[in-house]
């Protein structure tokens, strides 16, 4: 198990950006896949981009892709969601997720595909 917690979000104006990282500690984060999920208001919470314990393989949620990169460094234990060209529609409480992968290429995108979670964190895009 790893413990997980998400940076400070923000208010942030439409088109601008943000990058949010979420740090893992309580053991080495190494062959541990990522995640990033959102929930706005009176919503499911939804899959946003994923990537492979070594950082060669990510997905994304078509909402996402071309404008959000995730990315990480093992050195460093931290996973990083960098947010491009925001919409007021980007606006939720994002979570970080993390499971054990055995090393291997596989990304995952389903919730409950996750067991270790932070505790999130809200950005707000402004019009």
């Known amino acids: 198990q790893v413990q997980l917690v998400e940076s400070v979000g923000g208010l942030v104006q439409s088109a601008g950006s943000l990058r949010l990282s979420c740090a893992a500690s309580g053991r080495s984060f190494r062959g541990y896949a990522g995640g990033w999920f959102r929930q706005a208001p009176g919503k499911e919470r939804e899959f946003v981009a994923s990537i492979s314990w070594s950082g060669g393989n990510t997905d994304y949620a078509d909402a996402v892709k071309g404008r959000f990169t995730i990315s990480r460094d093992n050195a460093k234990n931290t996973v990083y969601l960098h947010m491009n060209s925001l919409k007021p529609e980007d606006t939720a409480v994002y979570f970080c997720?993390?499971?054990?992968?055995?090393?291997?290429?596989?990304?995952?995108?389903?919730?409950?595909?996750?067991?270790?979670w932070g505790q999130g964190t809200q950005v707000t895009v402004s019009s």
């Open positions: 997720a993390a499971r054990a992968s055995l090393y291997s290429a596989n990304y995952y995108n389903r919730e409950s595909q996750y067991d270790n």
